[in-house]
């Protein structure tokens, strides 16, 4: 079964418009951690924010938030005011304890989404 | 500047042939792992280690080794290159801690021909 689920694989926006990637995840793990990541065409892997599965509220960074609905297990990355560099793949990502040490914490990735925003 | 540097950046390989993927990381980071970036499917994790002298099978292993001696470095060895190990390769290295993402490394991009 997908652990990361990202059904959009391609979205278009008009500059300075919002912009909702969608992100749905499943874990049995009571504590994790969501990633999104961004990959413009030069291809370097970009941390944008990061959620607990603990935090009351939802994380913001800049023009980036994350709308964390964790009994739907979602975890949608909210653009607001696009730009024209924002057009980049879109990874969401989780990290969760794997194994009996809990030392091996894998980051899974979802397909992502491709952004495009229109001038 | 500290980060992870991988070598090389593009590489061409015959079928058969053998090949290392460099990387390393100055971050005295414990958590290292390579990943392979394939259109549609994301990140699948290669291989990974959590420190030296441990390493371990991710979700796609077949046809690759790997080694950690030391904290700064885990090269990615392909024994016998296929067709099908045409990809990008990206090293990420982080904390072990649920909060920490991954620095990534700038990738490698792969063709076996």
């Known amino acids: 079964a997908q652990k990361i689920t990202q059904t959009q694989p391609g979205m278009f926006v008009q500059e300075k418009e919002a912009v909702t990637l969608d992100c749905t995840y499943d874990t049995s793990d009571p504590s994790y951690g969501l990633f999104w990541y961004k990959q413009p065409s030069s291809g370097e892997m970009i941390f944008l924010i990061y959620q607990g599965s603990y935090d009351q509220q939802n994380a913001t960074e800049g023009r980036y938030s994350l709308n964390f609905q964790k009994a739907r297990k979602s975890a949608n990355l909210v653009i607001s005011a696009s730009q024209l560099g924002d057009s980049a793949m879109y990874f969401c990502?989780?990290?969760?304890?794997?194994?009996?040490?809990?030392?091996?914490?894998?980051?899974?990735f979802g397909s992502g989404t491709q952004l495009t925003v229109l001038p | 500047n500290a980060g992870v540097t991988q070598t090389p950046k593009f590489h061409i390989l015959k079928t058969g042939q053998s090949m290392t993927l460099q990387c390393a990381q100055d971050?005295?980071?414990?958590?290292l792992s390579w990943y392979r970036q394939d259109p549609g499917m994301g990140l699948r994790r290669i291989h990974y280690?959590?420190?030296?002298?441990?390493?371990d099978k991710g979700e796609v292993p077949d046809g690759y080794n790997v080694s950690r001696s030391n904290t700064e470095d885990f090269p990615l060895r392909l024994e016998s290159a296929a067709p099908s190990q045409t990809s990008v390769y990206f090293c990420?290295?982080?904390?072990?801690?649920?909060?920490?993402?991954?620095?990534f490394g700038s990738g490698t991009r792969l063709t076996v021909v």
């Open positions: 971050m005295n980071h414990g958590y």
């Open positions: 990502a989780m990290r969760e304890v794997v194994g009996f040490s809990g030392s091996a914490r894998q980051l899974t």
């Open positions: 280690s959590v420190a030296a002298g441990i390493t």
């Open positions: 990420a290295s982080s904390y072990q801690r649920r909060i920490d993402g991954y620095t």
